[in-house]
């Protein structure tokens, strides 16, 4: 069984994520980490870098300062899932100070899924704009982490796949870092994917998630956190 790529992408026929399909995923070395970050504030005030821990009541759809842009995630234990789909986006309401930033999350990822960042996205479009890093858990023992671009269509920048004896990918860290041209993925805070592209300017600020779900096991996303480049 393949991933498919979101609606619009399906629709040419291309597989997005899948064993046999063009565009088989990046992954790095899992490792697991026990626990979950906590986001702390300065002295000085809120941080203008938007983030969200996802702790609070369970609402579905996603609540807080997300706007559904393909189908719907919902808000379940204190994480962020799939609630229709089988592929759903949403955008943070909240624009980022800058398009050179680093955009992070904690996902547990089962078989025959992925989970998608997205920067330097294109504010109130939704259907899989800007850069995105992605983790997919392809079936079997493979694991994939793909750095990708969304113009004209899905289009690779870069990969690494890892082994993952269990099929599932455990809870792990992924990390979108954009710097003018310079970008990378980090998993787990091990740069894997190391890429240069000038298609999006770093005057683009949007911010988005998304998941391909093709699994009913437990899957979700959870401490979704933007920064500057440091």
Known sequence: MSLLLPKRLAAAG?????????????????????????????????????????????????DGNWTARINTWLLESNTARRSSGPYAEAEHSVALPSGDATISARILCKQFMAFYLYGRYVAGTGN?????????????????LVLAKWVPDYTVLGRYTFSEPAGDIPESTMELVMNGSDL??????????????????????GAAIGVYDNYTGESWLDTWQTGAVT
């Open 128 to 144: 899989c704009t800007g850069y995105s890093a992605i983790v997919s858990a392809n079936g079997g023992t493979l694991g994939i």
């Open 184 to 205: 990378s993925l980090k998993w787990n805070g091990t740069t894997r994917v190391t890429v240069s592209d000038a298609t999006y300017a770093n005057s683009r600020t």
């Open 14 to 62: 291309t597989p997005l994520i899948g064993r046999t399909g063009p565009c088989s995923i990046l992954p790095g070395a899992v490792a697991v980490l026990p626990g979950r970050r906590r986001i702390y504030r300065t002295r000085g005030g809120a941080s203008p870098w938007p983030s969200d821990d996802f702790n609070r009541a369970n609402a579905d759809p996603l």
